[in-house]
Every structure is written in structure tokens, then in C-alpha cells.
């Protein structure tokens, strides 16, 4: 008969303290995007298992909660395999509905159409702290336009919104899938192993550049290419070698285009920004999905190790899905980890915590009352908080109750004017 | 290979027109509820499966979205039915989560507890028009607060909401369980037959009292006992019976307490109203969830036919889920019948449409490229929206298509000064 109390495993009650963070953050990111133009859009959680299972979604197709057919569709006696026992499932990101929704509505969308969305989705991952199997994503896209404009935008639209949220000093590390390819091509690895390749060097942040010169020749490459390859990284990397000098060193043909469109966007990004962060060119940066096809970039913000969100450039994605070509570039902001770290940090969300309490003996009703909900409504309308509430007998435990929730005023009323 | 386009059966993608109505709807009832000392709060929305079946849910509890177990949890041979295979679900509504989250969270929250959820649930309902298979519910709750101030309060803040977006002339209905059951009782009806009869006066609106007269003679109630019911339901309902008078007709043991109450809130919600609606006492408002044990109201908008809304007291319901009595009130605004309206009104989000776009030429990149990007900077500022886009070799359609979504001003930037 009792309910259990617990939410289900690795899934969390939000609390009222977070919950006033989370709803800050969104409507931060909500207006500032819309400022660029960004339209909000929505999708339902739930999605086809075919669409959830095209192999679009990488590692994360292993962690699709399945939802049961139902009625007819369901049999269970002629179910070989769970496949048969299921039609859909929860999204495991906004990228692959994302997708979805745009071939099914473009007829009705601008060019380019910048979406907005914010929603939960969900991966049956091992819970561990501060990991969750429902989880908030924020993501903004640009469908429809092949110019680094989109790219430009996205940075200065979300760094913006860090700005906002009183984040400073900190990196967006850029880099272009294009120029890693042509750098490991001018070091003389084969075209086959190249995403080999840039799972070593990804690790560099960790395993340092011996660590990655280490990592390549028990792969068994040879030497002399993991010498060129790891001596151009070292100078790219300390800064010894710069866009241009990379070009110099591994030519123009296949420079040209991405060291162009990785200066144009710093650059701009940096003459228009509006907060306190440096874009930094990251020869090693590689972003875990395979369908990046140019731009890549990702957050570093400093009193956080590792990335609080990333996105890119993935030009083929759309095409390979409705068979007609879109240019695409997109941004993830870390949502969840943003909003750990403002907790963490101890933000107080603008304007929170100027409440004021009315406490009311009981026993006051009839006129006496509404003349008392009047006033509440007349303070409410300068857009004051006001809390009505009964007068508990331990007036004095209940106002600390209520300043530890935010109150900071108080206003007692008594059946009868005290003397 | 390909995608399916289409949303899941009975699921729908949100257009940016209709996401923008339902962004401005969801941020006036965050204001006006946190204005009232409203917090916000949210729950996962996966329950486990005997929380979901555990009888509070009615008739939702057939239209569970099951989710598969699991790993090793999921055993296809030895299962004997979907009830083995399954140990979550989608939440159908927010009142069960809630009781579960109160239930769990008690410790960590003030009382009386003032809670605003806006979330969406899932019932596998027959698709039809306007209902969707996933939908937003907004629930405002107040635990803790046995006192009608926590009625008042609940109708003066939805109240408020519907005022801000436009609504006027609307109704507030409103009876108390505890008079519908005096009225049957004072008649000569069984209380085990309460409920039935409930049913059938719940039609009133449809089948008129002649109607329910007939109805329930049908269903073999005494003529006499009907007779003394509808005849004072027809007073009542006309406006012949005031409060006071059914009170005087059926005596003041069994209803002094609930006229009282009606009495209280009523008044009060006249006197404090910030919108223009009007309290109308309903004798025959049933409402059906059988955990209501008190007051109960309904929102009644003229251009929409039956209830935009609706709640009540359940005092017990906590109680009986946790073994610790807690009274509770709550209010469900029909959120997605209220931004039906609203779009098939025409309504118009304050500030959308005044949205500037910087037609920029293909090929204008470096320094000037920066310029116009730091020129949109600065114009953002002000909260203006500005749109950089590339200027497409079409420009007359590009600026129809942009007007069309919302932009009124244009500024073209060319490589070369015109002449």
C-alpha cells in the first residue's frame, strides 16, 4: 500500500534551491538566444526504435530505456527477443530527433533555421555522483547554412550566456576535423587510421604529449611519422607554430580552407564578444562524434576539469538521414554541469531572497481577512513577493523556517490591534 | 537507413509559432506563482511501476507507458506476463509524483509546502484531435495548510495567471464534498450509494435536471428521495437556494462547516481578485477524482466549452501513502487548453515581432565581418533582437520569409559601399 519514496534508480528529486538555479539558467539561456534569433522548438521524448537505433547515436544507443508495445501489438508468447516486445523509447539526446523533426517540418521553417532546445533525455548509464539517467541537455542549431556566420554565432551567443551567469575567464578550444585530417596526412598516416589516430591524440590533455607519441608507436605506427606528427603537435600546441606557420609547414592545399575558416572565426568571435573568455586554437581538440565534419570547438572553464559542453560543424548528417543536403552546425551547452557549478559556487539567484511574509493569527477570517489579501495584492503588483500564511503557534521557529526560504521581511496581523 | 519523419503515434513536434505561446504561458505562471511564495519543483518523470499502479491514478492507470527492465533484470523466458518484463513507467499525472516527492523530501521543506510543477505526462490515450499522447501538466499544491487560506490562495494566483494572458468574463466554480454529500444525505440517500449519484448530478450541464431526475429514478432510487434532491438542487442551482438558505433547509450539523468554508473563500477571492472573473458556487460540481475530500473549483472560460482547470482539497491522500496525515490542496490549470486558446485567439507574445535582421553579402569576412558582428553586439544590448544572416541571392523572397517570422526591420551590408 505505501508508495515507495525513492524516485527510480539513478534518477533524482529536484528541490526547490536547485530547481531555482535550473529555471534562472534556462530562462538566461532562453532569452539570450532568442536575442540572436534562435526560435525554440520542441520534440517528444519519446522516439521510434528504429530512429533511436540508427547508428547515429554512437555509444549511447546501448542505454535506450525501451517502452513496451501495448494492446495487440504486444505478444509475448511469439517474442523471441526484446526487439519484439518494443516499438519505442526515450531519447538518449536532442541531436537524432533534432534530425527528425527538421525533415519532417522544413517546408515550414526559415533558412537558415536556428532552433533552441532544452529538454530532458535519458541513458540507462551506471549511476554514479553526479551523473544522472535523466538529465537536462540544451542545444542550438544552425540548419541550412554553410558559412562560418553559423559558427561565429554559436560562440558568441552561448559564451554570452556564461557571461550572464558571471562565468569569466575562461576558453572556447576550437579546432577543424579538416585540418587534424591534413595534418596526420602530411605526417604520412594512411587516411584508414585516422580516427585511430585522433583517439590518442585526444588524450593529450591527460596523458601529455610523450604520453601520445608513446601511445602511437605501441599502436605500431611508424616511427618516423609519429616523430613528424608529434613534433609539428608539440610546436602547434606551445604555440610555437601558429595557423599560418601549420599552413607553411603542411601546405595549402590542404590547409588552406580550414586554417581560413579557424582564423576568420576567432577573429570575428573575438572583436564582437561579450564576455570575459579567449578563444584559443587546439590542434589536439577532436570531439568524440564521428559525424563532425569541419568547425569543432568545446568549453574549458577553468575551476571545472574538462569540457562543460562542445559542439561543431556536421555537414552530412541531415543528408544521410532525408537523402537531401543540409549544412548543420550545432552547440551543447553543458546544462547540468553549469548548473552544479553555480550551486557549487554558492549563486544566488537575481532578485531571490526578497520575499516577505504575511502571518496571520488563525481565527481571522470574513472581512478582516480580505482586507489583508488586498494588501498582499496591492504589495504583489510592483512584483514584490508576498507570502500569505497562517500564524503558527512557535512564531518564532516558523519566521527562521521561512528566512532560511528566502524571507526577509515579515508582517504580523492579530485578530485584534495589539496593545 | 533512412529516418521515419514522423513523431511516435499520437506525439507531436512544437512549431516555433506555438513554442513561443507556450514559453511566454509557462514564464507568466512561474512569475505569478512565485509572487504568491510558490516554488518551483520538479520529479523524475519515471516512476517505478507500483508506485504508478498503486490506485490513485483512476482510469490513467490503464494508459501507462511501460518501461523495459533492464540487464540481467530482464528475463523473456520465464516471464509470464508485461509484468514481468517491466519495472518503471511514464508518469501519467503530477499528483502521485508529488505525494512520492513530498513523502521523500518532507525533512528538507518548509510548511506549509507551496509547490508549482510544470512538467509533461503521458497517457496512451486514442489519439484524437487537440490530444496528444504527451502533454504538459501545471499543478500548484500546497501541503501542510489545513486552513481555506491555502483555497484562497491557490484560486486568486491561477486567477491572476488567467488575467495576465488575456482571459476575462471567465468563472471560478466552486462546491465543497462535504455539502454534496450533506444535500444527498438530508434527501434520504445511502452514503454508499453517494458516489452513483455523484455521477449523475456531475452531468447536470449536459442532461439538465430533468435529466439527472430521470436518471436516477433509472437507477432505482426512491422517487421520493430523488424528488426532495433535484427539487432543492433546482433551487440551488437557479440561484433560489443561497448558501445560507440550503444550510437552513438541511440544518447546520452537516453543513455549517462546508457553507462556512464557501462563504470564506468566496469573499475573499471577491475582495482580492486582481482579474476579472467571478466566484460562482456550483452545487453540482462533482469533479472526478474520488480523493478529494473537501473543496472543490473549476475554471470555466466562456469560449471554451467544459473546464479549462480544476482541484480541490485531499486531505487524506498523503496520508494514506505514507501513513503521516498531511493536508493538502491543489489547483491543475489546463495548460494545454489554455495555449489552444490562446493560438486559436490569435494571441500575440508581448515583444515578439520586433526582431531587426542584418542582411550581410556573401564573401564579406575579416575586419568588417567583425564590425557588423560588434554593430549587432551593441544593438542587442538594449534586449533588441538582431539577426545576422547571409544575404541570399533572392533578397526580396529572403525578407518575406523573415518578415513572415517575425522580423520588421532590415539592414543590408554590402562588400562595397553602394554608389
Redesign the interface.
Known amino acids: 500500500?505505501?508508495?515507495?519514496?525513492?524516485?527510480?534508480t539513478g534518477?533524482?528529486?529536484?528541490?526547490?534551491e536547485e530547481?531555482?538555479i535550473?529555471?534562472y539558467v534556462q530562462?538566461v539561456i532562453?532569452e539570450t538566444y532568442?536575442?540572436?534569433?534562435f526560435?525554440?522548438?520542441?520534440?517528444?521524448?519519446?522516439?521510434?526504435i528504429?530512429?533511436l537505433t540508427?547508428k547515429s547515436g554512437g555509444d549511447n544507443e546501448k542505454l535506450i530505456?525501451?517502452?513496451?508495445k501495448?494492446g495487440e501489438k504486444?505478444n509475448?508468447e511469439t517474442?523471441q527477443?526484446?526487439d519484439d516486445?518494443?516499438d519505442?523509447g526515450?531519447r538518449y539526446d536532442l541531436t537524432?530527433p533534432l534530425?527528425?523533426?527538421y525533415?519532417?517540418?522544413s517546408a515550414?521553417?526559415?533558412?537558415?533555421f536556428?532552433a533552441l532546445q532544452m529538454g530532458?533525455v535519458?541513458r540507462?548509464d551506471r549511476p554514479q555522483r553526479g551523473r544522472y539517467r535523466?538529465f537536462m541537455q540544451c542545444d542550438i542549431d544552425i540548419l541550412g547554412?554553410a558559412?562560418n556566420?553559423a559558427e561565429?554565432?554559436l560562440i558568441?551567443a552561448t559564451t554570452k550566456v556564461l557571461g550572464k551567469l558571471d562565468f569569466k575567464g575562461f576558453e572556447i578550444r576550437i579546432n577543424d576535423r579538416r585540418l587534424l585530417k591534413a595534418m596526420a596526412g602530411w605526417a604520412g598516416f594512411s587516411e584508414s587510421d585516422y580516427d585511430a589516430v585522433f583517439i590518442t591524440i585526444d588524450k593529450m590533455d591527460k596523458i601529455g604529449i610523450d604520453g601520445v607519441k608513446a601511445e602511437l608507436l605501441e599502436n605500431g605506427y611508424d616511427a618516423g611519422v609519429v616523430d613528424k606528427y608529434t613534433a609539428l603537435l608539440e610546436k602547434a600546441v606551445s604555440g610555437d607554430a601558429t595557423l599560418q606557420g601549420i599552413m607553411e609547414t603542411i601546405g595549402e592545399e590542404s590547409a588552406k580552407a580550414p586554417v581560413e575558416n579557424l582564423d576568420?572565426i576567432i577573429?570575428?568571435v573575438?572583436?564582437?564578444?561579450?564576455a570575459d573568455f579567449k578563444m584559443v586554437f587546439d590542434p589536439t581538440l577532436v570531439r568524440g562524434m564521428s559525424y563532425y565534419t569541419g568547425t569543432i570547438f568545446e568549453i574549458a572553464i577553468p575551476e571545472f576539469g574538462g569540457s562543460c559542453g562542445g559542439g561543431g560543424r556536421y555537414d552530412e548528417m541531415v543528408g544521410?538521414?532525408?537523402?537531401q543536403s543540409v549544412p548543420a552546425c550545432g552547440f551543447s551547452i553543458g546544462f547540468e554541469r553549469i548548473v552544479l557549478l553555480l550551486t557549487e559556487k554558492g549563486f544566488k539567484v537575481p532578485g531571490s531572497g526578497d520575499?516577505k511574509?504575511y502571518l496571520?493569527e488563525?481565527g481571522i477570517?470574513?472581512?478582516r481577512?480580505?482586507?489583508i489579501?488586498?494588501k498582499?495584492?496591492e504589495e504583489?503588483?510592483s512584483?514584490?513577493?508576498?507570502?500569505?500564511?497562517?500564524m503558527n503557534k512557535n512564531k518564532k521557529f516558523q519566521k527562521e523556517?521561512?528566512e532560511?526560504?528566502g524571507y526577509t521581511e515579515f508582517e504580523d496581523f492579530y485578530k485584534e490591534a495589539l496593545k
Open positions: 500500500m505505501a508508495l515507495n519514496k525513492k524516485p527510480v534518477m533524482k528529486d529536484i528541490l526547490p530547481m531555482e535550473r529555471e530562462r532562453s532568442a536575442g540572436f534569433g526560435t525554440r522548438i520542441e520534440t517528444p521524448c519519446v522516439e521510434t528504429e530512429n540508427s530505456f525501451r517502452i513496451l501495448r504486444l509475448l517474442a527477443s526484446q516486445l518494443v519505442s526515450l537524432v534530425v527528425r523533426y525533415s519532417n517540418n515550414n521553417l526559415p533558412t537558415p536556428k530532458n535519458w540507462a535523466q547554412e558559412d556566420l561565429i554565432e558568441l576568420t577573429s570575428s573575438e572583436s564582437a564578444k561579450e544521410k538521414f532525408t537523402g520575499g511574509a496571520i488563525k477570517t470574513g472581512e481577512l480580505s482586507e489579501l488586498s498582499a495584492s504583489r503588483k512584483g514584490k513577493k508576498i507570502l500569505t500564511v497562517r523556517q521561512l532560511k526560504a
